[in-house]
């Protein structure tokens, strides 16, 4: 099955209050906003631990993941530092679809909303990982500060708002989604 005309959205995060989290919710009512199917996967907190040995006949959430993976156009990813790394959660999704191939060669859009100064090792650790599945990779800096953000965590800041729909369209853009009027948001749990 070809891939849909589709954004498949994924925080690396698996904290409540996380600022990846609330741009990844950003982008995707962003992208809603301009007619682009934006799907946000929560499968990072539901996999099982990588296991090799369970490759032949992976549990449905694994299954379930690849499947997305797969019918997307594209991927986008917002993913924090952890120890100067990539948090091992996000880190077990990405071990899970090595072997299926579902990322080789998609493109993958890493949306990084660290300050400026911040989150290097996790951009250096993304680009290897990234690289070893032949994932065609489109950075975009979008900073985020606890100012534009409300009561509830959410991004309620006009210009971060506005640098985000443009990260959807131009991401979009290029990696052939159409837009259209009756296309609205939608996330699988």
């Known amino acids: 099955m070809g891939p849909s005309s589709s954004i498949l959205a994924i925080s690396g995060s698996l904290r409540r209050g996380s600022v990846n989290s609330a ?3 950003a982008a995707a009512r962003a992208g809603a906003l301009q007619g ?3 799907t946000m996967s929560h499968a990072v907190r539901h996999l099982p ?3 090799p040995d369970r ?10 993941f690849r499947a997305a993976c797969a019918g997307a156009s594209g991927v986008l990813v917002a993913v924090p530092e952890y120890a100067h790394g990539i ?4 880190k077990n999704a990405i071990d899970w679809v090595v072997g299926d191939v579902c990322l080789n060669y998609k493109p993958v859009a890493v949306l990084d909303v660290a300050a400026p100064g911040r989150g290097i090792h996790v951009r250096r650790a993304l680009d290897e990982v990234l ?4 994932a065609r990779v489109t950075h975009y800096e979008v900073p985020v500060s606890r100012g534009d953000r409300d009561a509830d965590g959410e991004i309620d800041s006009a ?4 640098v985000l729909s443009a990260v959807v369209v131009d991401f ?3 990696v052939g989604c159409k837009l259209g009027r009756d296309v609205g948001l939608s996330a699988d749990e």
């Open 49 to 51: 631990h990588f296991d």
């Open 55 to 64: 490759e032949e006949a992976p549990p449905e959430p694994v299954v379930a």
């Open 159 to 162: 210009e971060v708002l506005a």
């Open 87 to 90: 948090p091992g959660a996000f």
């Open 23 to 25: 741009a990844i919710r």
């Open 131 to 134: 690289a070893a599945i032949g």
């Open 172 to 174: 979009a853009a290029r």
């Open 36 to 38: 682009i199917a934006v």
